[in-house]
């Protein structure tokens, strides 16, 4: 079992940065591939970029490219995400998640709670 808390959301203007952070407990978490997900009102769950458990490998969805950034501290425990350059069009509930291996990191095992992320325009 792995537990995972995200913290760091909050409003900002458009063209800020926001970081999030999310916790984890439980199992290794050096084991797991890390992975942010987002969900805007009145759409679907989103894959927003994953960091394998290595930290050698990540992937991003098209539209974050060059504005977020995901790292991982496995001393810590922490997985982040680092955005900058904010759109409107990024305000969602950020969901941190865990997979066992970075090949199902679209179907994560375990999941955070959520943060909410809104940015003015």
């Known amino acids: 079992q792995v537990q995972l808390v995200e913290s760091g959301g909050g409003l900002v203007q458009a063209g800020g940065s926001l970081r999030l952070s999310c916790a984890a407990s439980?199992?290794?978490?050096?084991?797991?591939?890390m992975v942010w997900f987002r969900q805007a009102p009145g759409k679907e769950r989103e894959f927003v970029a994953a960091?394998?458990?290595?930290?050698?490998?990540?992937y991003y969805v098209d539209s974050v490219v060059g504005r977020f950034t995901i790292s991982r501290d496995n001393a810590k425990d922490t997985v982040y995400l680092q955005m900058n350059s904010l759109k409107p069009e990024d305000t969602a509930v950020y969901y941190c998640?865990?997979?066992?291996?970075?090949?199902?990191?679209?179907?994560?095992?375990?999941w955070g709670q959520g943060t909410q992320v809104t940015v003015s325009s």
């Open positions: 960091r394998s458990s290595s930290g050698r490998n990540t």
């Open positions: 439980g199992r290794t978490f050096s084991t797991y591939a």
């Open positions: 998640a865990a997979a066992s291996n970075i090949a199902t990191m679209k179907t994560p095992e375990y």
